[in-house]
């Protein structure tokens, strides 16, 4: 199995405790995946990552969290109610779903917002020539295009009350929706001046029609989502510092710039001014394909909001005396996507010589250190040797107050590296019989596999600099 195939990424994060298929026990769900303890510290190593570049390094974005239940009047003003659909086919052999437009887009044809007619006519065309398949069996008998709508529905209230229009809830889609709705209570409580943003992170719901994508596309996600909210004659200049920003991010924690590229927009929604989408080169899925969204959306989700809700959500500018609806700027990234994109591109196998001189391979994840879930492991040389045992432990109990620390006394020390190269953990610290005489350890890094010896006083001081937090 190539380590840049789908099938290696999955088996990798079911073996290493990252991401499991979600209620295996009972057959699982597809499309549904659970986080285990190596995939949530991974997780939120790399929200914490958003946050900071998008909130605490910046003095113009405040933070959100939103409740998942929306008032169900939210999504008719959005447009999601009626709106929010996929074109799916169906394969009569084996029952698979598939997208349609993902099926066009094989064929070079951009299906993006384009009519089920549209759809069906092309889809038509292919078929004629035979080449029409099912993406799942091989079979060619597949169903004409239909529309299907990817909300997820629920209800409040009485468990055995029936769905009806009045009680219908739905699990929202998008995050962005929240942070509209409580624009208004933003500005009356903390008065932020404008141009200013909204950022949340938390889970949405889509029916997605889906084809073996993992966690790049599942029904159940996390959205990390960024509103911007600013007076139109400034949306230009803000777009660029925006697209600048977010890719700027990418680079940030070693995603190479011919890994990603910026896709434009050509048909937009009527009420858009502009959209890119940064694309990431997934091997795992063999190309480019969408991680996060760029968008200026115009002032149309505060005027819709206002014009369902009956509020008013102008803007009232002290210094200039404008009255005006705001305009938004959106940044909009799926962390499942995200966390994807840096497992695909810092999971490698390392041909490597091992100190008696024979050629071996190591796993290894070269993830950014800021990122790693484990940050430093800290070995005893020897597990049955109580002197070296406490202390290991003494520094272990130190650093963990500061960093995500593993404690390994298991097998040699030679295998404790490879398992913590597996996790991508940059730094290992060995306490040894040296460190008993002369209070130092070795410390080995996970890209050079090069050791130094560091005084146990000044480890703290030495992890500090490596680390940026
Ligand atoms: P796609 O075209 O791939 O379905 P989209 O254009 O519908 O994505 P948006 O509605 O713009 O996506 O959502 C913003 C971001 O949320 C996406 O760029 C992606 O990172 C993430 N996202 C959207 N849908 C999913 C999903 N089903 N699973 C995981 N992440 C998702």
Known sequence: ???????????????????????????????????????ILLKENIKNAWMKHMIQYRDDVLALDSAIFMHPKTWVASGHVGGFNDPQVDCKTCKARMRADH?????????????????????????????????NCGGKDLTEARVFSLMVKSNIGSPTDALTEENVVYLRPETCGGIYLEYKNT????????????????????????????????????????????HPKDTKELFENWKQTRWNWYLQYGILENNIRWYKHEKLAHYASDAYDIEYNYKSLGGFKEVEGVHARGNWDLSQHSKFS???????????????????????????????????????????????????????LKIHKDLAPIKIAIFPLLKNKEELQSGARKIYNILKRNWMCEFDDNGNVGKRYRRQDEIGTPYCITFDFDSLEDGTVTVRDRDTMKQERIKIDELAKYFAEKFEY
Do not use: W
Request: one cysteine or more; aromatic letters at 12%; proline letters at 2%.
């Open 1 to 39: 199995m190539s380590e840049n195939s789908m099938d290696y990424i999955i088996s990798y994060c079911k073996r290493r405790g990252f991401v499991f298929p979600s209620s295996e026990i009972y057959g699982g769900m597809a499309a549904i995946y659970d986080y285990g303890h190596y995939g």
């Open 103 to 135: 099926l066009l887009e094989k064929f070079g044809i951009n299906a993006d917002k384009q009519t089920i007619e549209f759809i069906n006519e092309e889809l038509n065309k292919i078929k004629a020539t035979g080449k029409l398949v099912c993406q």
């Open 310 to 364: 009956g509020e008013n959500l102008d803007y009232f500018d002290q210094t200039t005396g404008e009255r005006y609806i705001p305009h938004i700027m959106e940044t909009s990234v799926g962390l499942g996507r995200l966390f994807l994109m840096f497992l695909d591109n810092a999971l490698v196998e390392e041909k490597i010589v091992s100190e008696e001189g024979k050629e071996d391979v190591r796993t290894v």
């Open 187 to 230: 500005v009356d409580s903390i008065h932020p001046k404008m141009p200013f943003g909204i950022a949340q992170v938390g889970k949405a719901f889509r029916n997605e029609i889906v084809a073996r994508q993992f966690i790049f596309r599942t029904r159940e996600f996390e959205q990390m989502e960024m509103q911007y909210f600013h």
